[in-house]
């Protein structure tokens, strides 16, 4: 089946604009993360939607960070007035029912974000 | 808190030898699940295999094995027969569990070990 897709895969902004990466997690799947993975580092929460439970916000580094789920599949990450060190990779997850172990998380193929 | 590190930036082994890739972890939860993942260089991330902290035997997927040590808190990497293909950045990662065996959700991750095969 379809894994979980990402657009734009390349988006290259100024600094100062706002700039929308998509994801589209795997049907079916209630759990949806968003990741950032700067050069040369590891991968870095930043925020996971479940279900109609409020999202899990605890890594979004500024408040110029904000994410949407709609309808529990598609979710939108916003960045507002994009600075340099918002350049990095931008993956997303998605997993199944958190009741079966071991609910691994399937990831995109990622949005590389570079800002001039 | 979690904290998960891998201490080697880089490791190199020979075509059909094995490899083990280090981690250690840190975190004051007792339940929680360790998971490897594989990062080629098209940078899709892959799930490699998991272990959970109670598991009593170290899981094993393929040439895929962790070494489980929960006292010292360390979760190896073990990969037999290497191949071409297994050269790539291999993550470390946990995740805590509650008491029911659900999930928390955001994994913890280290920040890699880049793998090289030489034929």
């Known amino acids: 089946g379809a894994g979980v897709s990402q657009s734009p895969s390349n988006k290259v902004t100024e600094k100062g604009k706002d700039v929308e990466l998509r994801c589209d997690p795997i049907s079916g799947h209630t759990a949806l993360y968003w990741y950032r993975q700067s050069l040369g580092q590891g991968l870095e929460f930043l925020i996971y939607f479940q279900g109609n439970s409020a999202p899990d916000k605890s890594g979004l580094p500024s408040d110029r960070f904000s994410a949407e789920r709609t309808g529990g599949s598609v979710s939108t990450l916003t960045i507002q007035r994009t600075q340099q060190e918002d350049s990095a990779v931008y993956l997303c997850?998605?997993?199944?029912?958190?009741?079966?172990?071991?609910?691994?998380?399937?990831f995109g193929p990622g949005t590389r974000l570079t800002v001039t | 808190a979690q904290k998960i590190t891998q201490t080697q930036p880089g490791m190199f082994v020979q075509e059909k030898e094995a490899v083990t890739l280090d981690c250690t972890y840190d975190?004051?939860?007792?339940?929680?699940?360790l998971f490897w993942y594989k990062q080629p260089s098209s940078g899709e991330m892959i799930f490699l295999i998991y272990q959970g902290s109670y598991d009593e035997q170290n899981a094993t997927e393929g040439r895929y094995s962790l070494n489980f040590q929960k006292a010292r808190k360390s979760a190896n990497l073990v990969i037999s027969a290497s191949q071409l293909g297994d050269s790539a950045m291999y993550f470390c990662a946990m995740r805590k569990r509650n008491a029911g065996g659900t999930s928390y959700g955001k994994l913890t991750f280290g920040q890699g070990t880049i793998l090289t095969v030489h034929p």
């Open positions: 975190t004051s939860d007792q339940s929680y699940g």
């Open positions: 997850a998605s997993s199944p029912d958190l009741l079966r172990e071991p609910y691994e998380q399937y």
